[in-house]
Each structure stands twice: as structure tokens, then as C-alpha cells.
């Protein structure tokens, strides 16, 4: 089993920037087994997937509204990864949770750990 905890959260304005970042934890874990990733889940909403990322870091996969704004990436020295969210827009605010498959797919990534979540929020 995975432990994710998500940070990086806050309030900030249209076109502002964040960066969120993932630590993960184990027993007998292996980060680069994992495919990683993110999802957002907006008030009244269903949760949506936004990013993943291959268990090497070579691949990404972006939902089509942030792509172009947001990078995925990950150091598997560090057990981490890290969203960078530019060009921020008020419809961006969610929740926003990590995500890890066991030796997943990034084209398929369906996790089956998940962090607790931290909220971003955009200001118009």
C-alpha cells in the first residue's frame, strides 16, 4: 500500500501559478513502479482526471483543458512528483488529488491509491 500526501494548495488569481507536489510512502514501496498521476474534483462535480505521468517520467498524458498550462513531472530519487499549473483560470478550482497505479499505464492510468486531497482555488 501507497501513502500520498498532496501540498502546494491556495488561493490565486486568474493567469497566477501554483505548483502542487505529491510525497509518497511505503512499506516494501518502489516509487518507479508507479505510474502517477493527478485528478480535480470541482464543487457539484464529478472527479476528472487532469494528468499522468509514466513510470520513468518519459510520458505524459494532459486532459485537454490544461494542456498547454500544466507540466507533470517526477523525481524518482524523491519519491515525488509535481504539478506546475500557469496561466490559472477561475474554472481551474477544485480539489486536486494525487493519484498511483501499481504498475499502470499512463494511456489507462486507473489508480488505486489516492491522497487526501488540496484545494486550489482562482479568483477571477
Known amino acids: 500500500q501507497v501513502q500520498l500526501v498532496e501540498s502546494g494548495g491556495g488561493l490565486v488569481q486568474a493567469g497566477g501559478s501554483l505548483r502542487l507536489s505529491c510525497a509518497a510512502s511505503?512499506?516494501?514501496?518502489?516509487?518507479?513502479?508507479?505510474?502517477m498521476g493527478w485528478f480535480r474534483q470541482a464543487p457539484g462535480k464529478e472527479r476528472e482526471f487532469v494528468a499522468a505521468?509514466?513510470?520513468?517520467?518519459?510520458?505524459?498524458y494532459y486532459t485537454d483543458s490544461v494542456k498547454g498550462r500544466f507540466t507533470l513531472s517526477r523525481d524518482n530519487a524523491k519519491n515525488t512528483v509535481h504539478l506546475q499549473m500557469n496561466s490559472l483560470k477561475p474554472e481551474d478550482t477544485a480539489v486536486y488529488y494525487c493519484?498511483?497505479?501499481?504498475?499502470?499505464?499512463?494511456?489507462?492510468?486507473?489508480?488505486?491509491?489516492w491522497g487526501r486531497g488540496t484545494q486550489v482555488t482562482v479568483s477571477s
Open positions: 505521468i509514466s513510470r520513468s517520467g518519459g510520458t505524459t
Open positions: 511505503g512499506r516494501f514501496f518502489s516509487f518507479s513502479y508507479y505510474v
Open positions: 493519484a498511483a497505479e501499481a504498475n499502470g499505464v499512463v494511456s489507462t492510468f486507473s489508480p488505486g491509491s
